[in-house]
Every structure is written in C-alpha cells, then in structure tokens.
C-alpha cells in the first residue's frame, strides 16, 4: 500500500462562513496519484453544475502529489478552477514554493470555497488557519508591494509561499494571474480573477510536518539516480544556461515567431530580445523552484535614473522567458529590449498574465491601424508598434477599465473583437489567446482543443518541428496529441515540472514510485493518464465545451508556417477527428 501520510489529507477553506475543516480523502490519492487527477475530482465534487466563474460557489483546488518535496523538479503546484476567461474548466500551474509548502503545511490539496465579506488574505500554518483583514491591502496598484507587506508581518520565512493578486485580479479581470514568490505565476484562464471574486488577496501557507517513505535505502537510490540525470543533463543545461529564451532565434530562422499580431512569423529585430542578448546584456541572476537543482528563473536587471536625481537609480529585476517575450516582445513589434522588460514588469506588478495581455494589445493595435477603434476608445492613447510608453499605459487601463473598450479588452481578444470588430485576426482558441509558436496545424489543435488550451498540453508545436518535411495525416496529428496530453496527465498528477519531462520517463517514474509504496506498472500509468484526461474532458463538456463548435482564427491561415500555408480542410478535418476521438473517450 502506498505511503500517503499526511498526502491523504485534504484542507477545506470556507470564505463565506471563516470556517475551515480537513478530510481524508487517501481513496483519491490512491486512484490518482494527486496534482491533476486529484484536483479535476475534487473540483468535479465542489462545482455546481453551471456556475457563473465568478460566482462564490465557484471553487478553487490546489494539489500537490506524491513526488512533491521528495524529488528533484516535482516542484509545481496545479490549481484547477471554473474559468472566467473561457467559462470553462480552468487549469494552472505554479512553481516556487509552493508545492512544497502545501505538502509541509500537512495536506496533499487545499479546496477553496464561497466568498468572503470583506477583502482577506488567508493564513495556513500546518493545522491552523487564520483569517486577516486585508482592507488596507486592497486597491493597491503593485502585487510586489503586498508580498513585501505578507513577508514582514507573517512567520514561516523560508518555508512559506505566498500566493496573492494585483489590481487586476481586484478588478476581476478575466486573465488576471496568481503571483507566487514574485517570479512565479499561476497564469492563464484567469485564476487571479477568482480570488478576487472571492476578496482573497492572498494565501499564506506554512508547515513543518515530515513526509515518509515505505523503503530508505532505495529512496536515497532514487534520489540520486534522477538528481544525477537532471545535472548532467544538456537539455536541463540549455534551461539554467539561456532558459526558454533560447526559442527566440531559433523560431525567427523558420519562420514560426509570431509578430505584429501574427501578420508575419518572423521579426528583423528578433536578435535585440533574444535569450543570447538578455543573457549577454541584462542577465542578474538566476534562480530556482525549491527542490529544483535546474535554476532556469532568468531575471534581468534594469538599471534606470532618477529623473533630476544624478546618480541615483532604481535597479529593478525582472523575470523574463519565452512567452512573455514573445507576447509583448515579438507580437507588438519589438525594437528593443529595456521598453519589453519594462512592459513585462508592469504586467507583473497588475497581475496579469503575460501571454493574453500581450495578444490582447496586439489585436488593439492593428484595430487602431485599421480605423475600428478610436484614440477615444483608448482614453487619449494612439497605439503603435514598439512604442513601449503607450503600451505601459494600456495596460493600467486595462486593470482601471475607463472605457468600454478597455473592459472589452479586460474579458480577452475574443470578447472584444465580437464587441468592436476584427475577428479574422483575434488569435484566441475556444476562448484563450495563443501562446509563441506559428510551427504548423498541430499548434493550433493543441490550443483549440487540448484540455486547459496550452502549449503544454501535448506540444503540438514539439509535433510540428519533428514532422517537417512529413505529411501526416490529420487522424495521425490528433491520435499523436492525445497521446502525449494523456501521458502529461500522469507527469502533472506527481507533480513534475514538464521542463524535466524527458528525464521521467515511465521506468524512472516507476522506480522512484516504489520506495513511496505505489506498486504500478508501466500500462498502470498509461491507463491512468488516459483515465484523468477523459475525467477532464467530460467535466468540459458538462460546463459547455463542444469540439465541433471549435472555430480558427481566420489568420492563422493567411500567414505562413514551416510546413507552408495551412490548408482549411485539413484543419477541418482534424477537428471531426478531435471530436470523434473525445466522444469515444467519454463513452469508455
């Protein structure tokens, strides 16, 4: 029998009531290993059918698995919600400290339900929980203000995470974030807008329990099996050295870096907001998740006067990595690095997610160029490529909202384009914007139909680069797909960071399972993941998602790939195929 110990254990949060309560729930852990098999049935258990996402009978789910604390890169935390973005199943997930926080706080998932009165931050420390009035919090404009604030009147330094939102989230945004230790980010689908929902500024969680395992020695041997594969490692070396930067020169030479809002798939000044020139020019430090040996968390300094203040400077560090350089980098025309790294630290400091916020301006600036919106509409601003200054502003405005474009804007590129015009060219997929890669028909199936619409639910865009030159079929494309989201089902159930996917592999997975209690074989977890991918599924489909109703954006079309113009019936074609295959899934 496996070792679950206080991984077993589920803490139950009741904003309406400041109630709080644990259960055991070891049976789920045992059938799904934790992370998001655990957390998909949990919310399945808590969300009423049909609930509007910013509703207090919304739920929210943290999990943590089996690995976490207990191996090298099983450093992330998966958060599933009802989103507000898309109005469906929405899923997140975090590295940092938190995953380990959760486990040493005493508790494999924390549920978090209702609403609260007045605006709260809540405090987990092991078995007591504490709620604070974060009144004097609320309204503030920078999410690093309020860690600051936590961090200074909260114990647990060191072993604690704090999770909290910007004005954003306040603002209830529908892409608005979760920042956790400052460079990490629970973001996408809008889990920050829930919170504020909830008027829950924050969590706090703490713990020192111990984690057991059945079997010492062969732990140990485990441990140092996959610690040495993950250092020794060159793909582990390319993250800690360039990180996911490194995609930047590499997409621009085939043509596949989405830019000017994916009117074209390449950039000439690509080089100035590279990995290789931020390393070269800005790189500060690098730091790591806990429990992660890899340190791929890039951060840049910028160094800016005073105005009428010689020598004296704010010095500013900034995270940065491929999708936030891509989406405010790449897609709004880029000269220049220092105007993206300012721009990336303002939609840090509101709480927004990087990658919708940037397609979101992309779409307005073609808009504007286009004669569909105003100066008016834009509250005084006239939105142009590269022009950093104006895009800082826009994106305050977006959290302010005071126009009715702006609160447009704030419900996402889809919303807005249906409200002001220019469809054809807003790049979301069933409802979330797409994410850095313009590689080919596989990309775009993965956003339109992988279960949370992520790059990194099957790497369709991994799919694409190995099958240049290729001719796959569309069957073979979405079988290719479903095959790989069904397998991540069982990495992100550990929790593994995907990063580190090709070190856990299924014998690895298994022998370091062993010393934990799990006796599994290899088709035990390939059923499983299939199993945890259809359990989502049906859960989409119960809040209202359709394959068949899935629509591309006309631009993807127009706008060449490596693999040449994607061709319309295929893509068509590939979508009977999706729902074909789902609806098998759910009838199993």
Same mark, same amino acid.
């Given at each position: 029998?496996?070792?679950?110990?206080?991984?077993?254990?589920?803490? *139950?949060?009741?904003?309406?009531?400041?109630?709080?309560?644990?259960?055991?729930?070891?049976?789920?852990?045992?059938?799904?290993?934790?992370g998001t098999g655990v957390a998909v049935k949990l919310l399945e258990e808590e969300l009423p059918r049909?609930?509007?996402?910013?509703?207090?009978?919304?739920?929210?789910?943290?999990?943590?698995?089996?690995?976490?604390?207990?191996?090298?890169?099983?450093?992330?935390?998966?958060?599933?919600?009802?989103?507000?973005?898309?109005?469906?199943?929405?899923?997140?997930?975090?590295?940092?400290?938190?995953?380990?926080?959760?486990?040493?706080?005493?508790? !494999?998932?924390?549920v978090i339900k209702g609403a609260s009165d007045l605006p709260v931050w809540v405090s987990v420390q092991?078995?007591?929980? *504490?709620?604070?009035?974060?009144?004097?919090?609320?309204?503030? &404009?920078?999410?690093?203000?309020?860690?600051?604030?936590?961090?200074?009147?909260?114990?647990?330094?060191?072993?604690?995470?704090?999770?909290?939102? =910007?004005?954003?989230?306040?603002?209830?945004?529908?892409?608005?974030?979760?920042?956790?230790?400052?460079?990490?980010?629970?973001?996408?689908?809008?889990?920050?807008?829930?919170? #504020?929902?909830?008027? %829950?500024?924050? +969590?706090?969680?703490?713990?020192?329990?111990?984690?057991?395992?059945? /079997?010492?020695?062969?732990?140990?041997?485990?441990?140092?099996?996959?610690?040495?594969?993950?250092?020794?490692? @060159?793909?582990?070396?390319?993250?800690?050295?360039?990180?996911?930067?490194?995609?930047?020169?590499?997409?621009?030479?085939?043509?596949?870096?989405?830019?000017?809002?994916?009117?074209?798939?390449? %950039? /000439?000044?690509?080089?100035?907001?590279? !990995?290789?020139?931020?390393?070269?020019?800005?790189? #500060?430090?690098?730091?790591?998740?806990?429990?992660?040996?890899?340190?791929?968390?890039?951060?840049?300094?910028?160094?800016?006067?005073?105005?009428?203040? @010689?020598?004296?400077?704010?010095?500013?560090?900034?995270? *940065?990595?491929?999708?936030?350089?891509?989406? +405010?980098?790449?897609?709004? =025309?880029?000269?220049?690095?220092?105007?993206?790294?300012?721009?990336?630290?303002?939609?840090?400091?509101?709480?927004?997610?990087?990658?919708?916020?940037?397609?979101?301006?992309?779409? $307005?600036?073609?808009?504007?160029?286009?004669? %569909?919106?105003?100066?008016?509409?834009?509250? #005084?601003?006239?939105?142009?490529?590269?022009?950093?200054?104006?895009?800082?502003?826009?994106?305050?405005?977006? $959290?302010?909202? @005071?126009?009715?474009l702006y609160k447009a804007m704030a419900r996402g590129v889809k919303f807005a384009s249906e409200r002001?015009?220019?469809?054809?060219?807003?790049?979301?997929?069933? #409802?979330?914007?797409? $994410?850095?890669?313009?590689?080919?028909?596989?990309? *775009?199936?993965?956003?339109?139909?992988?279960?949370?619409?992520?790059?990194?639910?099957?790497?369709?865009?991994?799919?694409?680069?190995?099958?240049?030159?290729?001719?796959?079929?569309?069957?073979?494309?979405?079988?290719?797909?479903?095959?790989?989201? $069904?397998?991540?089902?069982?990495?992100?159930?550990?929790?593994?960071?995907?990063?580190?996917?090709?070190?856990?592999?299924?014998?690895?997975?298994?022998?370091?399972?062993?010393?934990? !209690?799990?006796?599994?074989?290899?088709?035990?977890?390939?059923?499983?993941?299939?199993?945890?991918?259809?359990?989502?599924?049906?859960?989409?489909?119960?809040?209202?998602?359709?394959?068949?109703?899935?629509?591309?954006?006309?631009?993807?079309?127009?706008?060449?790939?490596?693999?040449?113009?994607?061709?319309?019936?295929?893509?068509?074609?590939?979508?009977?195929?999706?729902?074909? +295959?789902?609806?098998?899934?759910? &009838?199993?």
């Open positions: 029998m496996p070792v679950l110990g206080t991984l077993g254990r589920v803490l *139950y949060i009741d904003l309406t009531s400041k109630k709080f309560w644990t259960e055991d729930r070891s049976d789920l852990f045992e059938e799904y290993l934790g049909n609930t509007h996402p910013l509703d207090p009978e919304n739920v929210i789910v943290f999990a943590v698995g089996p690995f976490t604390a207990l191996y090298p890169t099983a450093s992330k935390t998966v958060a599933v919600f009802k989103s507000p973005h898309t109005g469906n199943l929405g899923e997140s997930h975090a590295g940092g400290r938190s995953a380990v926080a959760i486990r040493l706080a005493g508790y !494999g998932a924390i092991g078995d007591k929980v *504490y709620f604070r009035d974060a009144r004097a919090l609320w309204g503030m &404009s920078s999410s690093y203000t309020v860690g600051r604030i936590i961090r200074e009147v909260e114990p647990g330094s060191g072993l604690r995470a704090i999770m909290r939102i =910007g004005k954003a989230g306040e603002k209830m945004v529908s892409y608005a974030n979760v920042i956790t230790e400052t460079y990490r980010h629970f973001g996408r689908l809008g889990l920050g807008a829930v919170f #504020g929902s909830k008027r %829950l500024k924050a +969590l706090v969680i703490s713990g020192k329990s111990s984690i057991q395992v059945a /079997d010492k020695r062969a732990y140990r041997e485990a441990y140092d099996k996959i610690f040495r594969l993950i250092v020794e490692s @060159p793909l582990m070396k390319k993250y800690h050295d360039l990180g996911t930067p490194v995609n930047v020169l590499q997409l621009n030479a085939i043509r596949a870096l989405p830019s000017f809002n994916l009117q074209q798939a390449s %950039l /000439d000044t690509a080089e100035k907001i590279s !990995g290789e020139y931020l390393a070269e020019k800005y790189l #500060g430090r690098r730091v790591s998740c806990a429990h992660c040996p890899v340190a791929c968390i890039h951060l840049a300094v910028l160094r800016e006067p005073y105005e009428e203040e @010689p020598y004296f400077y704010k010095t500013t560090f900034i995270g *940065y990595d491929y999708e936030p350089i891509y989406a +405010l980098g790449s897609m709004l =025309g880029a000269r220049e690095p220092e105007g993206l790294l300012r721009l990336i630290d303002t939609v840090e400091a509101y709480g927004l997610d990087a990658m919708t916020t940037g397609v979101v301006l992309a779409w $307005a600036t073609e808009a504007y160029k286009r004669g %569909l919106i105003s100066k008016e509409d834009l509250d #005084g601003l006239e939105l142009d490529w590269g022009n950093y200054n104006v895009y800082i502003e826009a994106v305050k405005k977006i $959290a302010e909202q @005071p126009t009715e002001f015009g220019g469809k054809e060219f807003a790049l979301a997929f069933s #409802g979330n914007e797409m $994410a850095g890669y313009h590689t080919g028909p596989a990309a *775009y199936l993965n956003y339109s139909f992988g279960a949370r619409h992520s790059h990194l639910d099957s790497a369709g865009y991994s799919y694409d680069q190995k099958t240049l030159g290729k001719q796959p079929s569309p069957r073979e494309v979405v079988t290719a797909l479903l095959e790989e989201e $069904a397998w991540r089902q069982v990495l992100t159930s550990l929790v593994i960071c995907l990063f580190a996917r090709e070190i856990y592999k299924p014998n690895i997975i298994l022998d370091a399972l062993k010393p934990l !209690g799990f006796e599994l074989q290899e088709k035990d977890l390939s059923e499983l993941g299939r199993k945890i991918l259809s359990e989502k599924y049906k859960l989409k489909v119960r809040e209202g998602f359709d394959p068949e109703s899935v629509e591309f954006p006309k631009r993807i079309f127009e706008t060449p790939t490596p693999h040449g113009f994607l061709s319309v019936d295929f893509m068509e074609e590939a979508k009977r195929e999706y729902a074909t +295959l789902i609806k098998q899934m759910l &009838s199993t």
